[in-house]
């Protein structure tokens, strides 16, 4: 079992910057992907950005040159960080950190599984 604890979201105007944090513990030998998505009102959930172990990453492309997904690997725990730049209006949604044994980045940006946190509001005022 795996248990994510997400914090950081919060309010920030256009332009601002804000950094999501997650902390991973449980059987963490397990995971091989680490990732954050979001979902805005009405909207399906979307990848926003992922790393694996071997320190791949992918990103949307929405947001690509803004966010960078990061990890700080300790002995009994991980944790992933989303550094957000240059945040829009459009960057409103909950944002929820998701971590999977999937090794292959291309199957886990085409799809959904493994375990989530219980998600962090960002808003963005224009």
């Known amino acids: 079992q795996v248990q994510l604890v997400e914090s950081g979201g919060g309010l920030v105007q256009a332009g601002g910057s804000l950094r999501l944090s997650c902390a991973i513990s449980g059987n963490i030998f397990a995971i091989n992907a680490m990732g954050w998505y979001r979902q805005a009102p009405g909207k399906e959930r979307e990848l926003v950005a992922v790393?694996?172990?071997?320190?791949?990453?992918?990103?949307a492309d929405s947001v690509k040159g803004r966010f960078t997904i990061s990890r700080d690997n300790a002995k009994n725990a991980v944790t992933v960080y989303l550094q957000m730049n240059s945040l829009i209006p459009e960057d409103t949604a909950v944002y929820y950190c998701n971590v999977r044994r999937e090794r292959d980045i291309v199957v886990v940006t085409r799809t959904l599984g493994g375990w989530w946190g219980q998600g962090t509001q960002v808003t963005v005022s224009s």
């Open positions: 790393i694996t172990s071997a320190d791949s990453t992918r990103y």
